[in-house]
Nanobody, 123 residues
Framework: QLQLVESGGGLVQPGGSLRLSCVGS????????IGWFRQAPGKEREGVSC????????NYADSVEGRFTISRANAKNTVYLQMNSLKPEDTAVYYC????????????????WGKGTLVTVSS
C-alpha cells in the first residue's frame, strides 16, 4: 500500500527546535522528489522546502531559509526537516509530498501526500 507518513510534530516554545520525518512506502522512493508543505489555520497551503531525488538539490521558502534544513536517507525511505529557531508563525500542519521522476516540488503537481503532523510554536 502506497503511503507517506509524517511524524515529529508537537508543541515547542519559540526559539526551540523540532525534527520532522517523512517515511514512504509502496513506491520507489529514490525516484521521487520530496517536498514539505504547511498550512496554518485560515491560510493557504505554502511550500516550505524540497529535496531532489538524490538529495543534491534543495530549496527553501524565504520565511524558513537559514532556520530549516531538509535532508534525505534513501536507504531508509525517509526525508527529514530539521526546524530550528522556531517562531509562532511557523505553527501549522506540516505535510510531506512526493513527485515522480522530478527534482522539484510544485504543490499542484505532487503525486502523493501524507496526512500531516501538527507543529505548534507557543510559550
Amino acid at each position: 500500500q502506497l503511503q507517506l507518513v509524517e511524524s515529529g510534530g508537537g508543541l515547542v516554545q519559540p526559539g526551540g527546535s523540532l525534527r520532522l520525518s517523512c517515511v514512504g512506502s509502496g513506491f520507489t522512493w529514490a525516484n521521487y522528489a520530496i517536498g514539505w508543505f504547511r498550512q496554518a489555520p485560515g491560510k493557504e497551503r505554502e511550500g516550505v522546502s524540497c529535496i531532489s531525488r538524490g538529495g543534491g538539490l534543495t530549496n527553501y521558502a524565504d520565511s524558513v531559509e537559514g532556520r530549516f534544513t531538509i535532508s534525505r536517507a534513501n536507504a531508509k525511505n525517509t526525508v527529514y526537516l530539521q526546524m530550528n529557531s522556531l517562531k509562532p508563525e511557523d505553527t501549522a500542519v506540516y505535510y510531506c509530498a512526493a513527485r515522480s521522476l522530478s527534482n522539484f516540488c510544485p504543490a499542484y503537481d505532487m503525486n502523493y501526500w501524507g496526512k500531516g503532523t501538527l507543529v505548534t510554536v507557543s510559550s
